[in-house]
């Protein structure tokens, strides 16, 4: 399973941005997406993770101001991210695998090269 992000750049503080991932290969062998970033000289972290059921996960940092959301019956994973802040510069990795019913997230097998998000004035 290959995970390609896109949609990173630069924006103001307050502003709005956009990232998608989709998920190619043997994409049976998955069943959630995630979002996790790393900024410079932080240990990275999950953002945000999706079953392809209904269940969601958002690090406490982001909610209320980012979404993750999957394009029905793809495997297309998007992360809106409103009202940026300077420190959610970072780079934005997509990650894939399998989420075990009733257990918590805990990362999946597969990574994107991640993408480039500053948030600057």
């Known amino acids: 399973v290959q995970p390609v992000e896109s949609g990173g750049g630069l924006v103001q503080p307050g502003e709005s941005l956009r990232l998608s991932c989709v998920a190619s290969?043997?994409?049976?062998?998955?069943?959630?997406m995630a979002w996790y970033r790393q900024a410079p000289g932080k240990e990275r972290e999950l953002v945000a993770a999706?079953?392809?059921?209904?269940?969601?996960k958002y690090a406490d940092s982001v909610k209320g101001r980012f979404t993750i959301s999957r394009e029905n019956a793809a495997n297309t994973v998007y992360l809106q991210m409103n009202n940026l802040k300077p420190e959610d510069t970072a780079v934005y990795y997509c990650n894939a695998g399998y989420w075990r019913y009733g257990s918590d997230w805990t990362g999946g097998d597969y990574w994107g090269q991640g993408t480039q998000v500053t948030v600057s004035s």
């Open positions: 290969g043997d994409i049976r062998s998955i069943n959630a």
């Open positions: 999706l079953s392809f059921g209904v269940t969601k």
